[in-house]
């Protein structure tokens, strides 16, 4: 291994050198995982972040593997050289050399980057995704009481309404943890509470303040979750949007953080298998941006223009997931339903295609088994809902949702 880019010049010692001295003590212990923040930190010592340089000075790649470290770690499976590999391939590797050699491996490196000190996996299997057919569908009536409905799309058929205790709501979103369905509400003193609905012991919590700093006012909110962590993001008072994470094992929630934007409208979120939670807002101008949290790498992106064919305007926004695609829905100007899908594996976006509908106002949209399903608001204050299978490729028509019910928002989403 290398010691810093900069700083390096005539290093050659060799994998077998390094193996003796982690034998004598020279090296610091072994450790077992590093997450991918600290490994992006070891990359910028090394390498300057560029995980495909090759100088032509024996070392390859953003870890600054020599060919000999390379092999015997397993690197060639992927590549004949660390700079051919991917980043994550890379890093792969990395994690290898880190259990057996410790973070001397890296001299200079990886004690900076506190590589030794990290022991958090950078790509921990995914959460096991149980069988979903049952959304948990909550709509506000005009005068802002709150009603929640079962659709078992297993069985063909929605429970009735029933009333979750609420009044004067301006808006709604939910998450599902589990087999825990977490709906919250911006109440009418522009306030954010929270009502948990427990579905495998048949109860709702009641209506609370979540455990977060709640002197904040808002004005739209969203929420999705991964595992057992709900992201709550909210559109403040001065046009910004604020996030907060909730992390329902450990029964605590981080603070507010204020992620910027200007005059935002309209959020929506959906966070996607390999942690990355994508959030759409509406601006001033209508249109929709996106900002990405990787929770996996520890950061955050930056805003930009959201979707395909460089923008769209809209009214309101939705976004759903299914695996590593987002489903991102919006209602144009002219009130009718349009859909594009992000591929985030591919990194690409599909085209923007017109569903249709009369006069929408508002949209919502939960996914599970690889259909989404839709539901938006009409002028009319009527709640109906699309499905789009993406098993079949196919779409069917607008019809009442859950048999016909009145609303001016709506938030779905399933628990397992």
Known sequence: MSMSFQARTALTLSLAALVTCAASGALAGPASAASVSTWDKVAECESGGNWSINTGNGFYGGLQFTPSTWSAYGGTAYASRADLATKKQQILIGEKVLAG?????WPSCGPAAGLGADHTSPYPDPVPVSVKNTVHLQRIVPGGDLFNAEGDFAAGKWSGWSNQGASQLKEVASAGTGS??????????????????????????????PAINNSTTFTALAASSYGNTVHLVAIGADGHLYNTDGDF?????????????????????????DQVNHIFATDATDQILELDGDYAAGKWGS??????????????????????TVHLGAISLAG??????????RGAWNGWSNMGGDNLKRVTSAAANNVNHVFATTGANRLIERDADYNTGSWNDWADAAGGADATSATAAFTG
């Open 180 to 209: 825990v369905n977490r709906v919250f509400a911006i109440g009418g003193d522009s306030k954010i509470y929270e009502n948990d609905g427990d579905y495998a012991s048949g109860k709702w919590s009641g209506w609370f303040a």
């Open 101 to 105: 050699q410790g973070q001397g491996a």
């Open 249 to 273: 094992s450990a029964g605590k929630w981080n603070g507010w953080s204020d992620k910027g934007g200007t005059s935002l409208k309209h959020v929506a979120s959906a966070t996607t298998a």
């Open 303 to 324: 805003w930009g223009i959201a979707g395909p064919n460089g923008g769209f305007k809209a009214l309101d926004v939705t976004a759903s997931v299914s695996d590593k």
């Open 336 to 345: 009718q339903y349009y859909d594009t899908e992000g591929d985030f594996d």
